[in-house]
């Protein structure tokens, strides 16, 4: 992606001096979260209920998260203030970027700024951006804990996007899906769960799930996750411009190795579909891939299709 040129977000944090975190299980990957996030599931069997929002999704960790926005908040590793947990410093703007990689992420969180400030514009309403958080291994988020064990991950309560880069390495070592545009994408779809909380679809949907049972409950989150898979296909369709060749490509490997399937089948051998939270490899795929090609918001009706 070409955004070497583009303006980087003033909406940008760093948390310092949280502490060491996380997890690791066997197989590498670290567990996590989901449900407001984008995940990166990494299943298992049984499972609670707890937090916020994430990308990635381990064992039973992973489904702890999915009625709150998908994060495994609420540890009890917030020190009261807002900022990380074991008294550290919070900078911001440009500050909180230390390397290229955190340049780029700024980057397409501005992108992201222009472009849905620009939807909603078209329908006369103004875009009010999440802001997105870097910590390093553990601080502190609205929704409780955040730990680079459990991958990238949006609390509503807050309505802030918390990131450890270092995932990025993760998906590029452990699950081959490297590239700049799936880390644009990550980024993206955990933007698309702040359009979800702006616009209420997220409020709406934690309604139902209170009254729903486990498995219906766990449906509704893959219908939340797809359509914000669709919403980060909506952004790259107006960013067309800055798109090169194999971004797609980029794209597509990513959903496909975040899908719930695909991760069940690495961590356990097998799948148990009725624990899904976030939708299976081909299912992530399909729900970019039209939001790419529509870049109509209207066009990630995940709710209403009858095919997911």
Known sequence: ?????????????????????????????????????MPIPIPASGRGQL?????????????????M???LGNLGLTDGSGGPAGGGEVTRG???????????????????????????????????????????????????AADSAMGPFYCPADRKIYLDTEFFTQLRTELGAGGDFAQAYVVAHEVGHHI?????????VRRQQQRASREEGNALQVR??????????????RERDAMEPGDLEEGMRAAA???DDTLQRAAQGYVVPESFTHGTSEQRQRWLRRGMESGDPAACDTFSARRL
Do not use: K
Request: a neutral charge; charged letters at 20%; hydrophobic letters at 35%.
């Open 69 to 71: 926005g998908g994060g």
């Open 257 to 259: 190795a975040i899908g």
């Open 1 to 37: 992606m070409r955004l070497g040129g583009r303006r980087t977000s003033s909406n940008i944090e760093r948390q310092t001096g949280g502490g060491r975190g996380g997890f690791r299980i066997p197989g590498g990957l670290g567990g996590g979260r989901r449900g407001g996030g």
């Open 196 to 204: 979800q909380t702006i616009t209420g679809i997220s409020a709406d």
């Open 94 to 144: 440009e500050q909180a970027i230390q390397d290229e990689t955190d340049r780029f992420v700024a980057q397409v969180l501005a992108s992201t700024e222009d472009r849905w400030s620009e939807i909603f514009a078209e329908r006369g309403e103004r875009y009010v951006p999440a802001t997105l958080v870097f910590y390093d291994n553990r601080g502190s988020s609205g929704c409780g």
């Open 224 to 237: 939340m996750e797809l359509q914000a898979d669709c919403y980060a296909g909506v952004w790259a369709n």
């Open 51 to 67: 937090g916020c929002g994430s990308i990635a999704l381990i064992v039973i960790v992973f489904l702890v998260m999915s009625y």
